[in-house]
């Protein structure tokens, strides 16, 4: 019995730290960004949603921010500061937005969600924190979950994401981390997230609260947003 115990608290512990490499390789702000257009910069690696209110928008960090703002990403800081103007969208956002509810409704119905809109929600206790998920799951017994859907353009793009059974992991970061705010702003402890990838194949993937991710998401965060208030450069 003992023996078996050590087995299984070695495997919880092997397991344990490869996720917290995963987030580590996510957040890591020695892992270049993809590069990118400049003109495209703040819509593909921000992924600011262009529905939502500019004024909102600056009096905190949305979820789809969260990636370059755990990298202190300048650009972001231009923009919280007023300093840049917002993302207003491009061929690549058009084409998502086009895709979205077809994805949603797969996504859905792939597993057994019924979908509900949802407002932006402000974190319960870090307002500089809000998420907008593309809709509320809700499933037969009532349990609620976030979901998510992407719509990569480029063959670059699509080929990071993994396959479905390896959950996270199969989530490229700056997305893992989108979600990972989600969750902590709407208080729910699981998520669905679907990928459009090419040739009609639609992937989904199903992912579980982790607090200790959580908890260096806000930590890291209120870093930068610290240095939006105080008008001082990351």
């Given at each position: 019995?003992?023996?078996?115990?050590?087995?299984?608290?070695?495997?919880?512990?092997?397991?344990?730290?490869?996720?917290?490499?995963?987030?580590?390789?996510?957040?890591?702000?020695?892992?270049?960004?993809p590069?990118?257009?400049?003109?495209?910069?703040?819509?593909?690696?921000?992924n600011?949603?262009?529905?939502?209110?500019?004024?909102?928008?600056?009096r905190?960090v949305?979820?789809?921010e969260?990636y370059?703002?755990?990298?202190?990403?300048?650009s972001?800081?231009?923009?919280?500061?007023?300093?840049r103007?917002?993302?207003t969208?491009?061929?690549y956002?058009?084409?998502?937005?086009?895709?979205?509810?077809?994805i949603?409704?797969?996504?859905?119905?792939?597993?057994?969600?019924?979908?509900?809109?949802?407002?932006s929600?402000?974190?319960p206790?870090?307002?500089?924190?809000?998420?907008?998920p593309?809709?509320?799951?809700?499933?037969a017994?009532?349990?609620?979950?976030?979901v998510?859907v992407?719509a990569?353009q480029?063959?670059?793009?699509?080929?990071k994401?993994?396959?479905?059974?390896?959950?996270w992991?199969?989530?490229p970061?700056q997305?893992?981390?989108?979600?990972?705010?989600?969750m902590?702003?709407?208080g729910?402890?699981?998520?669905?997230?679907?990928?459009?990838l090419?040739?009609?194949?639609?992937?989904?993937?199903?992912?579980w609260?982790?607090?200790?991710?959580?908890d260096?998401?806000?930590e890291?965060?209120?870093?930068?947003?610290?240095?939006?208030?105080?008008?001082?450069?990351?």
């Amino acid at each position: 019995f003992n023996q078996s115990r050590s087995f299984v608290f070695e495997v919880l512990f092997f397991l344990r730290t490869m996720m917290r490499r995963a987030w580590s390789h996510c957040t890591s702000a020695s892992i270049p960004m993809p590069r990118v257009d400049a003109a495209l910069a703040v819509g593909y690696l921000l992924n600011v949603p262009a529905n939502l209110d500019p004024e909102f928008r600056s009096r905190g960090v949305g979820a789809s921010e969260i990636y370059a703002a755990m990298r202190r990403h300048k650009s972001l800081w231009d923009l919280k500061t007023g300093r840049r103007e917002p993302f207003t969208g491009n061929i690549y956002t058009d084409t998502g937005r086009a895709l979205e509810r077809v994805i949603l409704d797969h996504t859905g119905a792939k597993h057994g969600l019924t979908l509900e809109d949802t407002d932006s929600q402000v974190h319960p206790e870090h307002d500089f924190l809000f998420a907008s998920p593309d809709a509320i799951g809700v499933t037969a017994l009532g349990g609620r979950c976030v979901v998510e859907v992407k719509a990569p353009q480029t063959e670059r793009s699509r080929a990071k994401w993994g396959e479905s059974s390896e959950g996270w992991w199969g989530i490229p970061c700056q997305y893992r981390t989108q979600v990972v705010s989600q969750m902590a702003c709407l208080g729910l402890d699981r998520a669905v997230v679907g990928a459009h990838l090419g040739e009609s194949q639609i992937r989904t993937f199903e992912v579980w609260r982790d607090l200790a991710w959580e908890d260096e998401m806000i930590e890291r965060v209120g870093e930068f947003w610290q240095f939006v208030v105080n008008d001082e450069p990351p």
